[in-house]
């Protein structure tokens, strides 16, 4: 098991290369999308063994509704097989599950599937994992803004769907680009790429991520003592 002194408190990783992952090895990119989550599954049990507090996975943008009828409609339905398949040992994982983002978008079944979902493991207390569906930062912090009384950081903080701070943001497939990705919450994270697509960033990826994180030097803005 990985031991490292500075351990961040939230993580949040931006699940990109399951469609280039299958395309590598001559797959449906629906393939690539099933490891995907798969892997997911693998990570946050992970995670949880690490004892790290949150982490926030970018599962479906907002603009992601601009791909293949065929390919969005998989990944709107195969969620709904997976979670039933494994849903007792999700709820005994004491892992605490809830969703960010539109709700109005979202199929009925699968709707429902992540509320039952969110309801089922609301007492468990390790890892907070997070799983921002159709979320984008743009839609956050429009709607956040909407509901302020008043003009500080505080009430938007409030407001937001997601208000921890990312510690250490992490984005497979060799992408550096945050996407709309948690752009409030990113301002001070440290940031860390791999080229490694989505299904093949396993524990050891992960074990490289934090120890790199464990490294470096967060001055938030001040200089050091």
Do not use: C
């Amino acid at each position: 098991m990985l031991k490292i002194k500075n351990m961040p408190k939230h993580v949040a990783i931006i699940l990109d290369g399951n469609g280039r992952w299958a395309k590598r090895r001559g797959l449906p990119r629906t393939l690539g999308h099933y490891n995907g989550g798969l892997n997911l599954a693998k990570i946050a049990t992970y995670a949880n063994d690490l004892n790290l507090e949150q982490l926030t996975v970018y599962a479906f943008s907002t603009e992601n509704w601009n791909r293949p009828k065929e390919e969005v409609d998989y990944l709107m339905s195969k969620p709904i097989e997976m979670i039933h398949k494994n849903k007792d040992k999700i709820i005994h994982s004491n892992i605490k599950i809830s969703f960010a983002g539109r709700k109005d978008r979202i199929p009925t079944e699968l709707f429902k599937t992540i509320e039952e979902l969110e309801i089922k493991t609301s007492k468990n207390t390790g890892l907070k994992l997070i799983v921002a569906l159709d979320y984008g930062a743009y839609d956050e912090l429009l709607t956040a803004i909407s509901k302020m009384k008043e003009i500080t950081q505080e009430e938007l903080e409030k407001n937001l769907m997601i208000k921890e701070p990312v510690d250490l943001l992490i984005r497979t497939s060799g992408e550096q680009r945050l996407s709309n990705f948690l752009l409030w919450q990113n301002a001070y994270a440290e940031f860390y790429f791999t080229k490694k697509h989505w299904p093949s960033f396993n524990k050891r990826e992960l074990n490289k991520a934090l120890k790199t994180y464990s490294k470096r030097n967060r001055r938030f803005g001040g200089l050091n003592k």
